[in-house]
């Protein structure tokens, strides 16, 4: 059994900042990779930033420049710094992680979503 639990999120004015946070529990051999999409109402859910194993990073076009992705490997966390925020990164915010669990299977694991508003 795995969860992830976010934390952060809320509402802030354009050109705020706000920081997301996600740590994993539960019976986890090995992450494999982390990482936040978003959905904003009637769209499709959207890769926002992912970290691998390593130092290697992803970012949508859209945030380059603005949000940090940082992974904590020891903890099982991942955090999203999110600065110079725009009314149209407003959505619901899930922490991803692809997880190998001691059966050796590897498997897509969502939180909880949250909330993220930006006022113009």
């Known amino acids: 059994q795995v969860q992830l639990v976010e934390s952060g999120g809320g509402l802030v004015q354009a050109g705020g900042s706000l920081r997301l946070n996600c740590a994993a529990f539960?019976?986890?051999?090995?992450?494999?990779?982390m990482g936040w999409y978003r959905q904003a109402p009637g769209k499709q859910r959207e890769l926002v930033a992912a970290?691998?194993?390593?130092?290697?990073?992803n970012y949508a076009d859209s945030v380059k420049g603005r949000f940090t992705i940082i992974r904590d490997v020891a903890k099982n966390t991942v955090l999203l710094q999110m600065n110079s925020l725009k009314p149209e990164d407003t959505a619901v915010y899930y922490c991803n992680a692809r997880i190998l669990t001691p059966d050796w299977r590897t498997s897509d694991y969502w939180g909880q979503g949250t909330q993220v508003t930006v006022s113009a």
């Open positions: 539960g019976s986890i051999f090995r992450i494999v990779a």
């Open positions: 970290i691998p194993s390593g130092s290697s990073t």
